[in-house]
């Protein structure tokens, strides 16, 4: 029997109410609350990643789960035969699908203000897809047996997945608008010399681990560099950044200059990371310092993403424009 017009009015309209409803949920403000919970929780987790997928290489479990992408040719997950290194492998993985949500979850959060920040949309997206691509290439290194350049090569991309979550939330905290210059033109230059020599570096600390003993799996080959060589080599730019760095904390203070926070603690960031570079070369490269090492590149990078942002502040006149000396946290 077919229903009656009324009856069919009345359910269209309670279709459209449901419907206005779902999208009035959704913020319409960057500093929505939700928003920043969901981004931080989004950058924590692609930290996480790389904590695990460091876990997964310095224990041995590169090839815990021996295809991609189920664990096994019979099996979804690990099995209890596979032993402890399928448990590492299969959380890996299990993670990045954690991941995976979070980014989905902060896109959908900002697609009703998609037109007035769609610098907060583009990041967010690109966020996802770096994410499904990173699963894709996590299913290449396991297929080609772990090749040194696929890991090295899935490990950069995590850390660059990590910077644009720090821009995300470095430019949410900021209003919409034309951007000018806070800083001196000289500063910002040297600002952008020393984000390509941390990019250097931190290739460079790549080509080193996959050279070095730490190969995700006994039957692996490594990358044929000299390990001792690239150590030192590697060494090289990492002391550049830190002079650099000195010099633009240094300059950042006396000139009073809105960044001047963020890059002393891109300092401290660094000094940590030296240290512990340093602690594991002289010891054998024990596992532990190793795993912290890679992590804290990927701090490094998230920080450098920061103080290159703020470089800039919103001119004046546009809607809401920060005062020039301020520096605006990361707020949730």
């Not at 470095?170 to 020599?197: C, Q, Y």
Request: with cysteine; charged share 15%.
């Amino acid at each position: 029997m077919s229903q009656s017009p009324a009856t069919e009015q009345g359910a269209a309209a309670r279709i459209r109410s449901i419907a206005l409803a779902v999208r009035d949920w959704f913020p319409t403000d960057a500093m929505d609350r939700r928003i920043g919970v969901f981004a931080w929780l989004s950058g924590i987790a692609e930290l996480l990643i790389i904590a695990t997928g460091g876990a997964v290489r310095l224990t041995g479990s590169g090839l815990g789960c021996p295809t991609w992408p189920t664990c096994t040719a019979e099996s979804i997950v690990n099995t209890p035969e596979m032993g402890i290194h399928g448990v590492i492998e299969f959380g890996n993985r299990t993670l990045t699908g954690l991941v995976g949500i979070l980014a989905i979850v902060v896109l959908l959060l900002v697609l009703r203000i998609r037109r007035e920040r769609r610098d907060l949309f583009v990041l967010a997206a690109i966020v996802l897809g770096g994410v499904v691509a990173q699963a894709l290439v996590g299913g290449v290194t396991v297929l080609t047996g772990l090749n040194p350049f696929i890991v090295g090569f899935h490990y950069v991309a995590s850390v660059s997945l990590v910077a644009v979550c720090a821009a995300f939330l470095a430019r949410r905290v900021e209003p919409a608008g034309v951007r000018e210059r806070a800083v001196p033109k000289p500063f910002a230059i040297l600002t952008h010399v020393t984000t390509l020599v941390l990019a250097v570096t931190i290739v460079f600390g790549v080509l080193t681990t996959g050279a070095g003993p730490h190969s995700g799996d006994s039957a692996s080959v490594r990358n044929g560099f000299d390990a001792q060589l690239l150590e030192h080599v590697h060494a090289w730019p990492g002391y550049t950044l830190l002079a650099l760095t000195v010099v633009l904390t240094i300059a950042a203070w006396r000139g009073a200059l809105p960044v001047r926070r963020w890059i002393s603690a891109l300092l401290l960031v660094e000094l940590v990371q030296i240290a512990v570079g340093l602690y594991q070369a002289r010891n054998g490269l024990p596992e532990l310092a190793v795993g912290v090492h890679m992590v804290l590149a990927a701090v490094t990078a998230a920080v450098m993403v920061v103080v290159v942002l703020r470089l800039k502040r919103v001119r004046s006149g546009s809607p809401v424009a920060p005062a020039a000396e301020a520096e605006r946290p990361l707020a949730v």
